[in-house]
């Protein structure tokens, strides 16, 4: 019949459509994968450079001055310099382990910390200090590691750019029993989205940034985007609440696991926010 020759075609037509809309999110979520790993080479480097420049300096002047005090004080900088090198590639480290695309039990605290250690040196520059507060018994959750990790750098810069003359941002990881979700926020006191934005800050290539900023981060509009399809491809949702002056507060919620008593493993707080608040307290 001619009416269901039309409704065929327009069926393949539709399933068309929707293949090259698959198509094109894979290709965005790819270039976005892209652009991400190019900006995690360029904080890498120029954290690293940073602390060679200290290690050469503070060499120098162990050498320039053979008193005990002013060697022992080099030796210190030399020292620490080198441990904080050590955290670096250790984090980075940590993401080329991760590069699986499978899903995996995945410690999202540890995510949390390595993101910082990448980010920290920027976050002191731009005068943001930084709250970490992990809950006690945070399950682990399924993801891919490396993906939730792009998702947190994302939040991250852009709190971070929201706040020009510098502030406060809050990452908190908690479980809420009542969805049965594991729920990770990053919050800023930034100038907050109004409400006629906060309906396209998800869209692909929405964004109200001139250009890239000069560490080369921002403008393209494609952060949140990726992070949406990320959150969603792992059974998740993102969430965000925002008020005019006073900030913004996303929040990213996994499903937790059954619990499985070999798989659960839980993390102390303490070691964390000592050694966040022993890096941007200075
Ligand atoms: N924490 C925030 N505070 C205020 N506005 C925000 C915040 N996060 C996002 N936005 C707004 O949402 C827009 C879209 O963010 P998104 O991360 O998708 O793109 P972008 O940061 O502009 O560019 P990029 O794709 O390079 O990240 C931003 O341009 C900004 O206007
Ligand atoms: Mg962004």
Redesign the pocket.
Known sequence: MEGSLVSDGQQNENQRLRDEIAALKKQLDQSQRMTALGELVSTTTHEFNNVLMTIINYAKMGMRHDDKQTRDKAFDKINNAGMRAAKITNAVLGMARNRSEHFELTDVGKLIDESMVLLEREMQKYRISVDIDIAQDIPEISAIGNQIQQVLM?LLI??R??MSEGGQLVIKLKKNLQNNTVDLSVR?Y????SQE?LRK?FDPF????AGPDETG?????????TCKNIIEAHGGKIRVESSLGKG?CFTLMFPMEKPKAAVQITRGIAGTVSQINATTGT
């Open positions: 994302n852009n709190a750019q929201a800023d930034g100038p907050g989205i934005k800050i929405y964004s109200t940034k981060k921002g403008g393209t509009g494609v952060g949140l985007s913004t």
